[in-house]
Nanobody, 126 residues
Framework: QVQLVESGGGLVQPGGSLRLSCAAS????????MHWYRQTPGKERELVPR?????????????KYADFVKGRFTISRDNAKNMVYLQMRSLKPEDSAVYYC??????????????WGQGTQVTVSS
């Protein structure tokens, strides 16, 4: 089955850096795009509780970012290791959130299905 396991979160001071990692298994990793999302407290009941942060295509040739992280965050992947990363620099308090790794792949019945990791907490505070 598809599994996504995030790691690398923690407490960091404003202006600092963190590198998140996501280990993927259970599907042909190199065939699918990967995403990072984030969710801040209190948004659980919103229609779209998670913000899309970054996307990387299956080959890694193309990346896209939300405006609020452009120039500060970098998404990358290692298809040989089934890993996707999010390098975060110049962190701000408003970047504090639970960060989730995501992909959309067909399930056993062929339906396109959203898969999420358990999330990793990032807290930016002095």
């Amino acid at each position: 089955q598809v599994q996504l396991v995030e790691s690398g979160g923690g407490l960091v001071q404003p202006g600092g850096s963190l590198r998140l990692s996501c280990a993927a298994s259970g599907f042909v990793f190199s065939a699918y795009h990967m995403h990072w999302y984030r969710q801040t407290p209190g948004k659980e009941r919103e229609l779209v509780p998670r913000e899309h942060v970054a996307l990387i295509t299956n080959t890694g040739d193309t990346t896209k970012y939300a405006d609020f992280v452009k120039g500060r965050f970098t998404i990358s992947r290692d298809n040989a290791k089934n890993m996707v990363y999010l390098q975060m620099r110049s962190l701000k308090p408003e970047d504090s959130a639970v960060y989730y790794c995501n992909t959309v792949v067909p399930n056993s019945e062929g339906w396109q299905t959203n898969y999420w990791g358990q999330g990793t907490q990032v807290t930016v505070s002095s």
